[in-house]
């Protein structure tokens, strides 16, 4: 008997941070991995050089997931990139603006909507035609989609709340395909969006009941696991991998 095909991943946002280690993670357990990006080329190569030291497939592809044909288009050459099909969607690409309220310029609200949803809103619809049956998809959310722990959130907060409604909305729509739809709330994690060593780091660690920043491969064992075959029955489900900052 032959042994079953790779899976084939496709991670938003995978050239650094949280995005790079799930994409590593991800080949580690077997699967052909692209991943996007939109300004960082080399860090991409890289992250697709150490998913090739695994003995998978790897695959950088540049686009804007604030553009729709980018966001939608991704899909497709991931299907014709890595082999012709898709098992895993990790929508992770996302910024982060914080803020008081009446700060924000309308250019500033359509961009970071465009990336923290439509974007992903559109790089799902484009998956959801292909993803083979037992699919997976897993959201990146964020702790502050939860509980607001303190003033400055209301954009990002609104763009990852909408993910959690994407999310359930999604399982009731795929669940008869097999494909099931979860998302993960990071808390304070440690990378180039929110450095442990930054100005409101030690803020962030005291709020949570570990009193810590967690690693990227902290969150990306959570989404190895919901892109598993042994979580089949888990879909529409939320996940804090956030120290208990949820607590
Ligand atoms: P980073 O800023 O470290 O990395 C962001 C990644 O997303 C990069 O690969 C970047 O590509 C990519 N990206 C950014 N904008 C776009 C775009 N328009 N189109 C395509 N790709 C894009 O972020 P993190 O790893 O910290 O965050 C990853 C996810 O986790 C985000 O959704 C974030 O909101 C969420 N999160 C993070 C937390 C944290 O504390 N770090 C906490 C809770 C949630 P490039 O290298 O080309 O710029």
């Known amino acids: 008997s032959s042994a079953p095909a790779a899976r ?4 938003t946002g995978g050239s650094r941070g949280i995005g790079a280690a799930i994409a590593l993670r991800l080949a580690q357990d077997g699967a052909d991995v692209a991943i996007t990006y939109v300004a960082n080329e080399d860090a991409a190569q890289e992250v697709v050089r150490k998913i090739e030291a695994t003995g998978r497939r790897g695959l950088a592809l540049r686009a804007d997931s ?3 044909a980018d966001a939608a288009g ?13 098992d895993i969607l990790v929508n992770n690409a996302g910024i982060g603006l914080l803020g008081p309220l009446e700060y ?35 959201t ?6 939860q509980r607001v722990p303190g003033p400055g ?9 909408a993910l959690i409604g994407l999310t359930k909305a999604l399982a009731r729509e795929l669940g008869e395909r097999g494909i099931t739809a979860n998302i993960v709330h990071p808390g304070p994690i440690d990378t180039d969006m ?24 902290e969150v990306a064992s959570m989404v190895a696991f919901l892109s598993s075959d042994e979580a089949a029955y ?11 900052h949820a607590a």
């Open 8 to 11: 084939t991943a496709l991670v």
């Open 66 to 68: 604030a553009d729709p």
């Open 74 to 86: 991704v899909v497709e050459r991931t299907v014709a990139g890595l082999g012709g099909r898709l």
């Open 104 to 138: 924000f310029p309308v250019a500033d609200v359509g961009q970071l909507l465009a990336v923290n949803v439509q974007g992903v809103f559109l790089t799902t619809q484009a998956a959801a035609t292909k993803l083979a049956r037992g699919g997976r998809i897993v």
């Open 140 to 145: 990146i959310g964020s702790c502050m989609a």
């Open 153 to 161: 959130g209301t954009l990002y907060a609104t763009s990852k709340a």
């Open 194 to 217: 929110n450095p442990a060593d930054g100005p409101y780091a030690a803020g962030q660690s005291a709020m949570t009941a570990l009193g810590r920043f967690g690693a990227a491969d």
């Open 234 to 244: 888990v879909t529409g489900a939320e996940f804090s991998v956030d120290g208990g």
